[in-house]
Antibody, heavy 120, light 107 residues
């Protein structure tokens, strides 16, 4: 059974850096073709894809946010970490950690999501 | 970036109806098109991947079709639990962009 869970702060101040950790089980990020991604959703708005890291450490980022995002993995801990620098109120959203099925065949498992509010 | 456009943005239907949601890509995504269902306060759920393949446990009344730039999600014999928001997403190339969503409401 595949599960993912996000952890991190629920409130950050403008200009601060957000660090979220995804802890997963039921699969290995060393398995060929697999990835872990981050997707966010501002309140009442659509889903926005942010980034993905693949089993081979290939990392891809949203071009509009690339300068602010970093994704890393620790396969020994079954964790993926997302950092977002220079947080702004428009970054207020629920952030989801997701399992990318092999060969990019959909984000098949999602964490419950964590609402991050950016406010002073 | 590949832009994904869904239509309609909202849709009203009754239990037992059949509805179709359309998703169009700004360039070919081959068959790497996915459909998700999201209910309020919960994470999205993958319904269909690779345009027409069912995710495990998804009822057969959900059907996906299409390739290239045009795709559809058809839901037959609507059930009360199907009223939700539906998103398409391309995973052909990063960024794996989503459509803006289609809210399916009870008439």
């Amino acid at each position: 059974q595949i599960t993912l869970k996000e952890s991190g702060p629920t409130l950050v101040q403008p200009t601060q850096t957000l660090t979220l950790t995804c802890t997963f089980s039921g699969f290995s990020l060393t398995t060929t073709g697999v990835g872990v991604g981050w997707i966010r959703q501002p309140p009442g708005k659509a889903l926005e894809w942010l980034t993905v890291i693949y089993w081979d450490d290939d990392k891809r980022y949203s071009p509009s946010l690339k300068s602010r995002l970093t994704i890393t993995k620790d396969t020994s801990k079954n964790q993926v970490v997302l950092t977002v620098t220079n947080m702004e109120p428009v970054d207020t959203a629920t952030y989801y950690c997701t399992h990318l099925h092999y060969d990019n065949r959909g984000y098949s498992y999602w964490g419950q999501g964590t609402l991050v509010t950016v406010s002073s | 970036d590949i832009q994904m456009t869904q239509s309609p943005s909202s849709l009203s239907a009754s239990v037992g109806d059949t509805v179709t949601i359309t998703c169009r890509a700004s360039q070919s995504v081959s068959s790497l098109l996915n459909w998700y269902q999201q209910k309020p306060g919960t994470a999205p759920k993958l319904l269909i991947y690779a345009a027409s393949s069912f995710q495990s446990g998804v009822p057969s009344r959900f059907r996906g079709s299409g390739s290239g730039t045009g795709f559809t999600l058809t839901i037959s014999s609507l059930q009360p639990e199907d009223f939700a928001t539906y998103y398409c997403q391309q995973s052909y190339t990063t960024p794996h962009t989503f459509g803006q969503g289609t809210k399916l409401e009870i008439k």
